[in-house]
T-cell receptor
Framework: KNEVEQSPQNLTAQEGEFITINCSYS?????LHWLQQHPGGGIVSLFM???GKKKHGRLIATINIQEKHSSLHITASHPRDSAVYIC????????????FGQGTTLQVKP | NAGVMQNPRHLVRRRGQEARLRCSPM?????VYWYRQLPEEGLKFMVY????????ESGMPKERFSAEFPKEGPSILRIQQVVRGDSAAYFC???????????FGSGTRLTVV
């Protein structure tokens, strides 16, 4: 079993829809990261959160430490949101290295 | 602040050649991480360095791969005698310390022909 599991693996939405991507992890963590990667592009760090909820524009990330679960929400989705969204957690040992989920490929159609 | 700079963006090498990938961390960041993304696979940790020290290289292949982060200059990931299986995107990330967020570079896409 992977230490970080994301669902769904692929997601297609119509422009304007509300989107939720889920991430479950099995290790104890200090913080969880949500990353975005466009096709052939670099990686952008969207959020780092250790509790509660964070919001940035149309993006909202929540985390429940007790349940070891996090969600990334996109409100009023737009075709430019089409990308791979990756959840990552630090491995044990406090070295800072990240363990990644397999990613969720999102396509938003106009 | 230019962010994390990786170069080159694209690198083509013939089998048996050496590949050198460079990463300049953000100003003020002394922690550097290298990750590899094989085609159709997720990101995997390779090595974690601080200035002049390798802290964790548990993700590095035992042979042909090495990394350094000298006192002056960028971090270098070196792959000797490249093989087709080394073709991947290599990403560098930096942070101020392990408690802070990371900034990723744009990656170097290595193609071995």
């Amino acid at each position: 079993k992977n230490e970080v599991e994301q669902s769904p693996q692929n997601l297609t939405a119509q422009e304007g829809e509300f989107i939720t991507i889920n991430c479950s992890y099995s290790v104890g963590i200090s913080a969880l990261h949500w990353l975005q990667q466009h096709p052939g592009g670099g990686i952008v760090s969207l959020f780092m959160l250790s509790s509660g909820k964070k919001k940035h524009g149309r993006l909202i990330a929540t985390i429940n430490i007790q349940e070891k679960h996090s969600s990334l929400h996109i409100t009023a989705s737009h075709p430019r949101d089409s990308a791979v969204y990756i959840c990552a957690v630090p491995s044990s040992g406090n070295t800072g290295k990240l363990i990644f989920g397999q990613g969720t490929t999102l396509q938003v159609k106009p | 602040n230019a962010g994390v700079m990786q170069n080159p963006r694209h690198l083509v090498r013939r089998r048996g050649q050496e590949a050198r990938l460079r990463c300049s961390p953000m100003k003020g960041h002394s922690h550097v991480y290298w990750y590899r993304q094989l085609p159709e696979e997720g990101l995997k940790f390779m090595v974690y360095l601080q200035k002049e020290n390798i802290i964790d290289e548990s993700g590095m292949p035992k042979e042909r791969f090495s990394a350094e982060f000298p006192k002056e200059g960028p971090s270098i990931l070196r792959i000797q005698q490249v093989v087709r299986g080394d073709s991947a995107a290599y990403f560098c990330a930096s942070s101020r310390d392990t408690l802070y967020g990371y900034t990723f570079g744009s990656g170097t896409r290595l193609t071995v022909v």
